[in-house]
């Protein structure tokens, strides 16, 4: 059986909306003096992360800004004072919020303290792989590289569905336990109200016959 050969230029638009579909951000913003910025995102489990920041010089001395890395139960994954340029890595344990700050740490004086430029470059999943050295090791062609990255992007996508379906049966799970709770507590409501409205007649009862107001 012959096997269709994809080109080159048919796989470009085939990328182009799973590459979409990647982890990829980048930003800038503005780091005011004695600030803290922080950027926040939940990752899945497994998920490869790297990272490469930028920060502008402060223009005054005993300036710095500290770069930190946590997860929500804030543990330290990556750290760096006096964060200048450079890059950081990691590998997520769990399905977790992850936490990017930046601190600026600089003395107030008379002066006025210049805001620092912050480039940070986040990149999650497939788009934190580098490419170029696993075509180097495998020595693959650039149409097998082009393969390679669809064939992990796919695979990516189908474990974003299959989380999902998850976090939906979880939420089914979750909706019926609390209609089944409400329905046993509506029963029980009902009962204790019936119960109290017979205990009301029969004591209501005896009290008028006490009085000798009925027979």
């Known amino acids: 059986m012959r096997v269709p050969r994809l080109r080159p230029d048919f796989l470009g638009p085939l990328l182009l909306p799973l590459l979409l579909a990647g982890g990829c951000g980048a930003l800038s913003f ?4 004695q600030t803290r910025k922080c950027l926040k995102e939940e990752m899945h489990r497994d998920v490869m992360v790297t990272g490469e920041y930028e920060v502008s010089e402060a223009g005054v001395p005993g300036a710095r800004t500290d770069l930190r890395v946590t997860d929500s139960s804030g543990h330290l994954l990556y750290s760096k004072e006096d964060a200048k340029k450079g890059k950081f890595a990691f590998t997520t344990d769990d399905y977790e919020i992850y936490e990017i700050c930046f601190e600026s ?3 107030l004086g008379s002066f006025r303290v210049p805001d620092q430029l912050i480039n940070l ?5 497939v788009e934190a792989r580098n490419y170029e050295d696993i075509a180097k090791a495998e020595k693959l062609k650039p149409l097998e590289v082009d393969l390679r990255r669809l064939e992990d992007l796919s695979e990516s996508i189908v ?3 299959a989380y999902m379906k998850q976090r939906e049966e979880e939420m089914r799970d979750t909706n019926e336990s609390t209609s089944t709770r409400v329905l046993y507590f509506s029963v029980f409501s009902m009962l204790c109200l019936v119960g109290l409205a017979t205990w009301q007649v029969c004591y209501l009862r005896r ?7 009925i027979e």
């Open 121 to 125: 470059n986040v990149k999650h999943g």
């Open 159 to 161: 474990k974003d569905f």
């Open 207 to 213: 009290f008028f016959k006490a009085k000798k107001l």
């Open 30 to 33: 503005q780091l005011p003096p």
């Open 105 to 107: 740490h600089a003395q």
